[in-house]
């Protein structure tokens, strides 16, 4: 089993937007294979500063998932209400 830390960084303005395309992208996340669960959390100190943590089967599922043609089009969605690239990390434990 593997953990997937996925953070992000919102745009001004796009707070709203981005809560409502990454709600939808979490719930579509539900019926993949090897998904396991999800959680969204927000920086105490950064409203724009955002967590999405998901628990995978395994890394091949992961990696199934993060290059579909599904997460292309939520994150064709997602990507314009960032400041910039997210940043993904793979844990273990």
Do not use: C
């Amino acid at each position: 089993m593997i953990h997937v830390l996925i953070e992000r960084h919102i745009a001004e303005g796009m707070l709203s937007t981005y809560e409502a395309l990454s709600r939808s992208g979490l719930q579509q996340t539900y019926s993949v294979a090897g998904f396991i669960s999800g959680e969204t959390f927000a920086n105490t100190s950064d409203e724009h500063h955002r967590f999405v943590l998901g628990k995978w089967k395994t890394q091949k599922d992961w990696v199934r998932w993060y290059q579909s043609a599904e997460r292309m089009e939520i994150m064709n969605k997602i990507n314009p209400a960032l400041t910039g690239p997210e940043k993904i990390l793979i844990l273990e434990n």
